[in-house]
T-cell receptor, first 120, second 114 residues
Framework: GAGVSQTPSNKVTEKGKYVELRCDPI?????LYWYRQSLGQGPEFLIY????????DSGLPNDRFFAVRPEGSVSTLKIQRTERGDSAVYLC??????????????????FGAGTRLSVL | QKEVEQNSGPLSVPEGAIASLNCTYS??????FFWYRQYSGKSPELIMF????GDKEDGRFTAQLNKASQYVSLLIRDSQPSDSATYLC??????????????FGSGTRLQVQP
C-alpha cells in the first residue's frame, strides 16, 4: 500500500477484555515495529519483527501482550485481560530494512496513524 | 536520567523567526538520529535524519549533531504557523546492539504565533 495502515483507528473496550490491533506495513518493507504512545510522551518501543519472526520483544510490558506476523506482512498486536493502564495510542511503523545504526535511508521508519485504545 | 531528553515546551516563536529545538542523549557512541514532527492526533512523520557530526540542511530545516557533547538540534528557519506541532527526537542508541528500534524523547511542542 501507499503507507502503513492500522485498524481500527479507535477501539473502546472494557477492563478484562481481549483486543486485537492490526497493522499493514508498506509493501516490501521487511521490518515492522510496534510502539505505544501515552499522552504527552514519545513513542515507546514494544516489539520488532524482521520477516515473520519477532527479533526483539523486549519492550512488551508483560505477558498479556503478544504480537504475530505469520506471513511476514500484516501484523497483529494482541492484548489479553486489558487494564485501564493499557489505554494509549498504539503505533505501527515499517522500514525497508532494519535499523542497523549506520547511514542509509532504507532503514527509516514510517509510521501509521495509530490505534487509539481506550480501556474503560 | 532519561536516555533521550527534550524540553517539553511549549516553545513559542513569532512567524518568520528561527525555532531551535534541542535534544540530548545519554548513550555515547550512538550513531543515528532522527527528527519527527507530530501534529495533534496524528502519527509521527520524518523531518530529517543525521548520522555525521555537523550540520545537515533540507529546505527550511537544519539538523545539527554534536556527538562529543551528545546533543542534536533542529533549526526551523522562517517559521510558519503550519510548523506548530510536537517535534520528537529519536535515537538509535549504541547500547541497543540487538535492537532495531528507536528511543524517543517526550517531544517539544512548538507554537508559531502569526
Amino acid at each position: 500500500g501507499a503507507g502503513v495502515s492500522q485498524t481500527p483507528s479507535n477501539k473502546v473496550t472494557e477492563k478484562g477484555k481481549y483486543v486485537e490491533l492490526r497493522c499493514d506495513p508498506i509493501s516490501g518493507h521487511t521490518a515492522l515495529y510496534w510502539y505505544r504512545q501515552s499522552l504527552g510522551q514519545g513513542p515507546e518501543f514494544l516489539i520488532y519483527f524482521q520477516g515473520t519472526g519477532a527479533a526483539d520483544d523486549s519492550g512488551l510490558p508483560n505477558d498479556r501482550f503478544f504480537a504475530v506476523r505469520p506471513e511476514g506482512s500484516v501484523s497483529t498486536l494482541k492484548i489479553q485481560r486489558t487494564e485501564r493502564g493499557d489505554s494509549a495510542v498504539y503505533l505501527c511503523a515499517s522500514s525497508l530494512t532494519p535499523l542497523a545504526g549506520g547511514p542509509g535511508a532504507k532503514n527509516i521508519q514510517y509510521f501509521g496513524a495509530g490505534t487509539r485504545l481506550s480501556v474503560l | 536520567q532519561k536516555e533521550v531528553e527534550q524540553n517539553s515546551g511549549p516553545l513559542s516563536v513569532p512567524e518568520g523567526a528561527i525555532a531551535s529545538l534541542n535534544c540530548t542523549y545519554s548513550d555515547r557512541g550512538s550513531q543515528s538520529f532522527f527528527w519527527y514532527r507530530q501534529y495533534s492526533g496524528k502519527s509521527p512523520e520524518l523531518i530529517m535524519f543525521i548520522y555525521s557530526n555537523g550540520d545537515k540542511e533540507d529546505g527550511r530545516f537544519t539538523a545539527q549533531l554534536n556527538k562529543a557533547s551528545q546533543y542534536v538540534s533542529l533549526l526551523i528557519r522562517d517559521s510558519q504557523p503550519s510548523d506548530s506541532a510536537t517535534y520528537l527526537c529519536a535515537v538509535k542508541l549504541k547500547g541497543d546492539t540487538g535492537r532495531r528500534a528507536l528511543t524517543f524523547g517526550s517531544g517539544t511542542r512548538l507554537q508559531v504565533q502569526p
